[in-house]
């Protein structure tokens, strides 16, 4: 009979976080700014249809990187989990809290039992409402399940820490969309030699002004147009 | 060992929120009957109507719940916002019906936001036909939903409204519809009343007229009630979307009809 051969916990551990973020360092980035009026969320997505930041609820918003098969079903599990309890309880008991804690542990189990690891970083933003008072709140879960809480920004993907420099240097409190867009995708451009036009990126925000569903889109044409104001 | 949950992952990809209900929370679904006859105790939704006008379609409900002989609300609301593009007017029984509406609600934007897309207002249709069908029991015992479901058509680029029977039956009318205890008198009224491609003043004012003779005729339906300052609910769906009527552009148009009845004294 075969010996089992036998790899230490520590070795397992390490072999199987370097393996996800090698699959995550492939896929492109995508960078998140709090603004006057809500959260931008910018993603360098030359796709279309194939969307890598999505809306879960009336406030809260859905961004992945890495394997698209898998940061597809975290989302749909997302929405699931969200028109649940909004339904059984009322839409304001919805909160991206419970959905970023959902998310880590069951990025955190997979990690742990499952042979491959999920290859992806999601983000879950959910927009502040000034009526009450709540703030802004930026969740962002790795492959293995760490959450972490971002204030005013947020960058994740393959050249994550160099974006975040950008960022980290430039930003400023209540930004407008516009210069929000132009930092996010001046941060986007750094890890690479090209400029990015509206083609290159895909687009949304959670705007605090809009009723009830507070995701919103931004078409190519009034990215073109943002992007020309901006400049 | 996690076959099992990518099985069911893959099994599962039904972008139907009631399919999820039911798989996940099956007992937040439906309304369980209960032994013998409910009907007389509960409270019930009365008269709501949808029509066809020049932009779309048009939607106007009373505000009374009434459960036997007594009035159980004054100021309920019975059409409901279903998505952008379309909405449903209530009658049943109250407590399923706004249950119904609010499931159906959750369905179409869970689709949308799954999917990426919105459905069709032909799949929306028979969607809210299926969650009939699923009250029949409930329905069988006194506890019938009957909505009115009207909405834009992008594709065809006109208003369509559809009324449906206990069973989830669906039927496509092409004009104008009422449904409820004053949906006769309501009806009666449309047919004298309506015209083809009117306008939002004109539908607004028919609306109205049909609502008030259904008040005016069934002890269940309830008309503008000047005292509280209560008034129906009209909504319109256009291509540019769900929109409320103003509540003082209803009381100032009740008011006009009610004017016009007095001093021609067709009131009476």
Redesign the interface.
């Known amino acids: 009979m075969p010996l089992p051969y036998y790899v230490s916990p520590e070795q397992m551990m390490k072999d199987k976080a370097e393996y996800a973020r090698k699959g995550i360092a492939r896929g492109r980035s995508i960078v998140t700014l709090e603004y006057k009026d809500g959260i931008l969320l910018v993603a360098e997505n030359p796709s279309t249809l194939l969307?890598k930041v999505?809306?879960?609820y009336d406030r809260i918003a859905f961004a992945g990187v890495g394997k698209y098969n898998e940061f597809e079903?975290l989302r749909?599990v997302g929405?699931?989990h969200a028109?649940?309890k909004?339904?059984?309880y009322s839409r304001g008991d919805v909160t991206a809290k419970a959905l970023a804690n959902a998310y880590s542990q069951a990025l955190g189990n997979i990690f742990t039992?499952?042979v491959k690891p999920f290859e992806v970083e999601v983000l879950v933003a959910e927009v502040g409402d000034s009526n009450n008072g709540t703030k802004n709140e930026i969740y962002h879960i790795l492959y293995d399940g760490t959450i972490e809480d971002e204030k005013n920004y947020a960058a994740m993907g393959g050249q994550a820490d160099e974006i975040r420099r950008v960022l980290k240097d430039h930003y400023k409190e209540a930004f407008g969309l516009d210069e929000a867009l132009q930092l996010g995708v001046r941060a986007l451009t750094v890890t690479q030699n090209k400029t990015l036009s509206e083609r290159d990126l895909e687009v949304a925000v959670l705007d605090r002004t809009k009723e009830r569903r507070k995701f919103r889109r931004i078409p190519a044409e009034a990215l073109a147009q943002l992007l020309a104001t901006a400049k | 060992?996690?076959d099992e949950r990518w099985q069911h992952?893959m099994a599962d990809?039904s972008p139907s929120?009631v399919d999820?209900?039911r798989r996940?929370?099956p007992h937040?679904l439906g309304t369980p009957a209960a032994a013998g006859d409910a009907h007389a105790d509960v409270p019930h939704g009365t008269t709501v109507l949808a029509m066809r006008y020049r932009d779309g379609v048009i939607m106007a409900g009373d505000r009374q719940a009434t459960a036997g002989y007594q009035v159980a609300s004054r100021r309920i609301e019975k059409i409901f916002k279903a998505d952008d593009l379309s909405g449903v007017g209530i009658a049943g029984a109250a407590g399923p019906a706004m249950e119904m509406a609010?499931?159906f609600q959750?369905e179409l934007?869970?689709y949308e936001?799954?999917e990426?897309d919105n459905l069709s207002l032909e799949g929306k249709a028979n969607k809210l036909g299926q969650m009939i069908r699923m009250n029949l029991p409930a329905a069988m015992q006194g506890l019938a939903v009957v909505p009115i479901f009207a909405g834009f058509d992008e594709k065809a680029g006109l208003g369509r409204l559809f009324k449906y029977d206990i069973t989830g039956g669906r039927y496509e009318e092409t004009n104008y519809d009422a449904q409820g205890s004053g949906s006769k008198d309501a009806r009666d009224s449309l047919k004298k009343l309506w015209k083809r491609d009117m306008g939002r003043d004109e539908a607004l004012r028919v609306a109205l007229e049909a609502l008030i003779d259904a008040a005016d005729e069934d002890v269940g339906t309830g008309g503008p009630d000047l005292v509280r300052g209560i008034f129906p609910t009209v909504k319109t769906i256009t291509r540019s979307g769900f929109g409320d009527v103003p509540e003082d552009e209803v009381k100032r148009t009740c008011e006009a009809i009610l004017s016009d009845r007095t001093l021609h004294g067709t009131g009476s």
């Open positions: 969307h999505s809306e879960i079903n749909i929405i699931r028109d649940i909004g339904y059984s039992q499952d | 060992m996690n992952l990809r929120f999820l209900l996940a929370s937040l609010k499931l959750t934007e869970h936001k799954v990426g």
